[in-house]
């Protein structure tokens, strides 16, 4: 295809070692029952601004339970996704791969929300 991308593909150890970064300014409400309320302002799009008008102030909210909390606030560019798997499986007494696969499923979506983006440590 002429205008798609080309993905690169890394390891696993390579994904692992990767820091997830936020990439939007976003407000965190927290409720009662220990999840929160993620809200984030949209943006026109840059292709479809004349054509697509959003309102001023508009926003997007994602609701997030304590799971989603906690990876949501170790999306700080500091914190491996092994670490945030460690934390996830310490704190609600899962065993590793549970908290893997439930780990790496979230931080996916918040990808392609386009929420945070990973940075990859480079080989040497």
């Given at each position: 295809m002429l205008f798609r991308r080309r993905r690169s593909t890394i390891s696993r150890t390579e994904a692992l070692a990767a820091r997830p970064v936020r990439v939007v300014e976003a407000t965190v409400s927290?409720?009662?029952s220990g999840g929160a309320k993620l809200k984030v302002a949209l943006k026109n799009p840059r292709w479809g601004g004349w054509l697509l008008r959003m309102p001023e102030g508009a926003?997007?909210?994602?609701?997030?339970?304590?799971?989603?909390?906690?990876?949501?606030e170790s999306c700080d560019g500091k914190t491996s996704v092994q670490q945030i798997i460690r934390r996830l499986a310490k704190r609600y007494n899962l065993n590793l791969r549970e908290a893997e696969v439930a780990t790496i499923q979230f931080l996916q979506m918040l990808v392609k929300r386009r929420l945070i983006g990973?940075?990859?440590p480079r080989k040497k």
């Open positions: 927290r409720d009662e926003t997007k909210t994602f609701e997030l339970d304590e799971l989603g909390l906690l990876v949501w990973l940075s990859v």
